[in-house]
């Protein structure tokens, strides 16, 4: 295991695999009466947050204390980077602190490798910009092997707003490094310009990206988009992309419907399908904590 | 309804050319060279006519809803039948602006309500062709929307019109523009050259037409995406798609009757009804655009059909809104401009108003063969008539041809086997 995790490559298949295997103990732990460990007692996690999160981080700060490790948060509003104190010396001061895990989320691409270079501990990326979000990712990945077994061979389409999101750039990696065949299903607008590199097959109609597929993940239109006139309305948007009530009758009974979350209904995704017996966006939730326990576990033991 | 059986035409078999044929429309709507009946049919003898499938019109503006004092529904069919036309494409600048679904869909059932011709409506590319927003293109496409553009406000942000062009081509939509650069073409009235200078007008320079052509040309490569330039004017312009065309860019463009038949000079007496948009330029222009249809290098032709009530074209040149009235004329126009004067034969570029831009748009095309749904115009080349303004169909009386007498008028047209023109009882 390496000292950090910034991107999805930062993991060879088998310690993809490891925090997937280590994960599953994790979860279990999680539905005892009593959920704490002593893992990481004595060891200090800094939650950075220069771009406000609610779920992520309270996510990292749950897995953090049920492993029971000390917590320090530092968020931009309440920081001196207002006063205009660079990055750079924000971290080396935490650093002078002796913080032996920093999770770090901000809005500029490439931030955690900033991080990094400035502290002696380890860097867990929280998502930086649209770049990279490895912990969803890996949440994500977890969420379908516990399902299937396996991602090899899985047909795994994404619909949504692809173009600026960290997370399917993460998950695009990690499900094509695990053998799953990816489609997705966007307006062009919304596509990524290099997507024919990508690997992935690209189709414009919902009815037709999922008729096969295995898993479906649905993705949060974000209100930006609209506001940067990539896409007409979000009447247009739900009609065309969203995952609607009548995508529920074509599916067979095996499918996962997921999303990172939070949902727009009546957007991107439908009460009737977020709220429908393939949805497993809650567990989503749950099995977030359970891999964030496993990284800080791997993180920790390297 | 009827039976008629037509003696003597000479029938448009493409792409071998025409020959002549004997042959029937039966009960049914359909087509017939080989079951003729004996009787219970009119019999009518058009030797001296060409039979073609019916026309295809890929720009109109139908005015309606919203300008009905300049167009409406009942003249713009009329005009289209009697001009041939069976389909018409309608531009989406009607008030309401079609940049949505509901306006698509009335345009739709309203041309249907009279039973001529086929009403295809492009809908816009921006919200209120005010280039600011995307409309609903595909709530549109599913209406029945065939095309988007922002005739006749071009779109001058380079970023949206790629935004714009992305996002048609995620429905699959035809997506045509008419080139301009607003601030070049701003306060520009006609060509600009000796004409313009001779009448005291500030004219419209050639390159307001070839920058966006050039910037199309560019988009479409880098996108990869399919483009039409519509009423392409000038010689440079038609270069550049042609040259654009051996590189591969997949770009189409059409050219108007106007645009070969006339030149900037024709405006020289000050008459409105040359004021056009883009302008007629220069004989050297006209000659080339010419040229193309000869070589058959033009992907289509189109009317631009743009009505105006009389008044409006009765302002001095300066305040005369830009368009002609073409329906009704086009190819009576077109026959004396390319085949009586430039001797290119009929066949060579009537199929340009039919089916070259049904296979633009992907549609099907229309035959003259067994068994096949009458579509299809009777042009009597021999046929002299004067354009009044009782002899024109269309509200806009806004022609060049006014007083004028033409040869060669269409005399019959048929939509989905029934008789549409001549009027009256079928």
Known sequence: MRKHLITVDDLSKSEFMSILEQGKAFKEILTRPIKKIPTLRGKTIGLLFFEPSTRTKLS???????????????????????????????????DAMKIDIYVVRHSSPGVPYIVADHIRGSVINAGDGAHSHPTQAILDVYTIWER????????????????????????????????????????????????????????????EAIKNADVIMGLRMQKERQDSGLIPDEVEYNHFFGLKEEIL?????????????????????????????????????????????????????? | MKRYIFRNGMVLDA??????????????????????????????DISGSYVIPSLFDLHTHIRCPGQEYKEDFEHVTRAAVAGGFTELCSMPNTKPVADNEAIIDYIILEG?????????????????????????????????????????????????????????????????????DNYLKKGGFLNEGLVADKLGLKGIPEISETIIIKRDIEISRYLNIPVHITHVSSKRGAELIMNAKKEGVKITFDITPHHLSFNEEACLGFNTN?????????????????GLV?????DCLATDHAPHAKFEKEYPFDGAPFGVSNLDTALSLLYETLTIKEKIPFEKWVGLFGNAPRKLLKMQEKALKENAVANFAVF???????????????????????????????SFTFYEGARVYPFGEK
């Open chain 1, 60 to 94: 990292f700060e749950l897995a953090a204390k049920r492993m029971s490790a000390d917590i320090v948060n530092f968020t931009a509003s309440s920081s001196s980077l207002k006063k205009d104190e660079s990055i750079k010396d924000t971290v080396m001061t935490l």
């Open chain 1, 249 to 302: 009758g074509s599916l067979n009974p095996k499918v996962l419907v997921m999303h990172p979350g939070p949902i727009n209904r009546g957007i991107e995704i439908d009460g009737e399908v977020a709220d429908s017996e393939f949805s497993v966006i809650n567990e989503q939730v749950t099995n977030g904590l359970a891999t964030r326990m496993s990284i800080f576990y791997h993180l920790v033991e390297a």
């Open chain 2, 15 to 44: 792409p071998k050319g025409f020959a002549k044929k004997d042959f029937a429309v039966l009960d049914n709507g359909k087509i017939t060279f080989k079951n003729i009946p004996d009787r219970g049919a009119i019999e009518i």
């Open chain 2, 112 to 180: 249907e309500r009279y039973g001529r011709c086929r009403i295809h409506p492009f809908g816009s590319l921006t919200v209120g062709l005010q280039g600011e927003k995307l409309a609903r293109m595909g709530l549109m496409k599913n209406k029945g929307a065939v095309g988007v553009t922002d005739d006749g406000m071009c779109i001058q942000d380079t970023s949206l019109m790629m935004k714009a062009m992305e996002y048609a081509h995620t429905f699959g939509l035809f997506i045509m523009d008419h080139a301009e």
């Open chain 2, 380 to 410: 009597d080349k021999n046929l002299e008539w004067k354009v009044t303004e009782k002899t024109l169909y269309s509200k806009g009386k806004n022609t060049p041809l006014l007083g004028r007498k033409l040869k060669g008028k269409v």
């Open chain 1, 148 to 207: 299937f077994g396996t991602l090899k061979g899985l047909n795994i389409t994404i619909v949504g707003d692809i173009k600026y999101s960290r997370v399917v750039r993460s998950d695009i990696d990690a499900f094509l490094k695990l053998g799953a065949h990816v489609t997705i299903c966007t307006p062009r607008t919304l596509l990524p310009f290099s997507v024919s590199s990508l690997g992935v097959k690209v189709n414009f109609s919902v009815k």
């Open chain 2, 274 to 290: 040359f004021k056009i948009n883009p302008p007629l330029r220069t004989e050297k222009d006209r000659k080339f655009l010419i």
């Open chain 2, 294 to 298: 000869r070589e058959g290098k033009v």
